[in-house]
Nanobody, 118 residues
């Protein structure tokens, strides 16, 4: 599966952004999906995940209540709605897809930059 992330940009603290990850090349509905992020000088970290059906989600504590992950299997697209953004949310955001139970063998998109100004 090929993944193309988009929707990043510059936003003020307290604002919102919606990231999208368009998938192609395989049956999107078979994949569990996730968003990860990597800030400068830091390791890549988990942000949110969603099951292949979209019926189950999981979030990092740092984004719970502010971010919402969703997937549209009909449009082969993953979304991340980010509200009440904070400067510490600044990072490159990556989408990932897996058929397995871990992210170590996942397919990755190219990343989209999110910058939150204070």
């Amino acid at each position: 599966v090929q993944l193309q992330a988009s929707g990043g940009g510059l936003v003020q603290a307290g604002g919102s952004l919606r990231l999208a990850c368009a998938a192609s090349g395989s049956t999107f509905s078979r994949y569990a999906m996730a968003w990860f992020r990597q800030a400068p000088g830091k390791e890549r970290e988990f942000v949110a995940a969603i099951s292949y059906s979209g019926g189950s989600t999981d979030y990092a504590d740092s984004v719970k209540g502010r971010f919402t992950i969703s997937k549209d299997n009909a449009k082969s697209t993953l979304f991340l709605q980010m509200n009440r953004l904070k400067p510490e949310d600044t990072a490159v955001y990556y989408c990932a897809a897996t058929l397995g139970s871990t992210w170590s063998s996942a397919y990755w998109g190219q990343g989209t930059q999110v910058t939150v100004s204070s």
